[in-house]
């Protein structure tokens, strides 16, 4: 049914229970997983009219960015791998981090999305957003939540 999960962590303590909660999935479905980190772009407010210092900040976001992920990516790799599930690795850099999620999914070919959530209240999620609510209303694709 469910052979190519996407699973997409951000360094939280929440993405290690998506890499294991994965994992098991995919050991139990025969599913390879692809793990994805969406790095967050320069901010807007960071342009500056001056185009070297700009040019500087960008480089220095994706050099901080492309390590993040590597790291990220590389742990969940192991995990992966030592379970003995096939994993593939795929990061970016985006300003919309919920667009990002479920453009890359499908791109990738996966089958299903596992996220995971804060279980956030009414107030927290007003406050602070949710991408996860985002990713299962935009996505075409199933949505497994773990909390």
Known sequence: MYKHLFVPIDGSELSHHAMD??????????????????????????????????????????????????????????????????????????????????EEAEKSGCDMIVIVTHGRSRVGKLVFGSHTKNVIIESKLPVLVLR
């Open 21 to 102: 909660g994965s994992i098991e999935l995919a050991l139990q479905l025969g599913a390879r997983i692809t793990g994805f980190v969406v790095e967050p772009d320069v901010p807007i407010t960071a342009a500056t009219s001056l185009t070297k210092p700009l040019m500087d900040r960008i480089k220095d976001n994706e050099s901080k960015n492309e390590a993040h992920a590597s790291a990220l990516l590389g742990q969940f790799e192991k995990r992966a791998r030592a379970k003995g599930v096939e994993f593939t690795a795929h990061h970016v850099t985006a300003y919309m981090v919920d667009k990002a999620i479920v």
